[in-house]
């Protein structure tokens, strides 16, 4: 049987690895895996973080592609090199009695795999404010290095949901628009010093409460409770990561807290600088192990599992090969 081929039931099919995600972390790992003629296999439910987006920006060579059109050049190449794709989402992932693990789809479909890349991403928590979600990745931005270029010189606002992170988004913000407004929605007052650091750039402040964010197509300002509507053409929120990693958990992986500072921005999956997890044979890579990975980070940590993993299948086929030669020559 070829090496980047599968053996398959009607119910089971077995791989080297299956790759859970197809965005860039999925992606990047299943192509150095098909490449070193592993059989993979990539389940992708189509929903990566970034399909809001229009743009992906600060990835080398594909500066300002479409998300889906990096994901869709991607799945041809890793089918090009014999890669399986699947479109259907991981609802567990078990290891059986002979230590391989069970990749349990939620049609029903269960596949079979040495080893186990988890590349599911995380899913952006936003505050409880109307209007967020309906703009969210076009009009509500998170990433200056992501969005600041596009807003460039236009109207943008600061909501905030922790005061010192909302002050040094205002600060870092004020890059690319000498027009920025913190909206301090309840968080407290500045000090002395962020007050003084926030008029000397001259950023507007605007206490009181954030009522919601308004548009139809386009975003059109933030209405505050006594009712002003403050025109800005976008507006930064701090968005909280959660880890999409519920289908490990009978592996006993849990997403754990991250902090900066002492502010919490979200849960991932640890693991080593290779990608590994402290399960045996279970790597992650992308926002499910790094939450404020950009796109091009994410491809790199794929690549860098595959590689992790490819190195430890060699070390477990050649065990398997040492014992085997050892067994004949003692037959």
Known sequence: MPANKSSTTEQTAEYDVVVIGG??????????LVRARRSVAVVDAGDPRNAPAAHVHNYLGREGTAPRDLYDVGRGEVAGY?????ADTVSTV???SDGRFDV???GGRVLRARRVLAASGARDVLPDVPGLAEHWGTGVLHCPYCHGWEVQGQGIGI???????S???????????????????????PDGGQ?????????????GKVAGVEGGSRLEGVRLDSGELVPRHAVVVFSRLSARAGYLADLGIRPEEQFMGDLSIGTAVAVDPMGAT???????AGNLAVPMMQVIGAAAAGLAAGAAINGDLMAEDTAVAVAARAKQLAG
């Open 23 to 32: 965005a860039a972390a999925g992606l990047s790992g299943a192509l150095a």
């Open 82 to 86: 014999g890669g399986t794709l699947i």
């Open 94 to 96: 078990s290891r059986n």
């Open 104 to 106: 349990r789809l939620s």
């Open 159 to 165: 909501l905030a949901t922790d005061l010192g992170t």
């Open 167 to 189: 002050v040094h988004q205002a600060l870092l913000w004020r890059q690319w628009s000498d027009d920025v407004v913190l909206f301090l929605n309840g968080c407290g007052e």
């Open 195 to 207: 007050a003084e650091q926030l008029a000397a750039r001259g950023i507007r402040v605007v206490s």
């Open 278 to 284: 402290a399960v045996p044979g279970v790597y992650a």
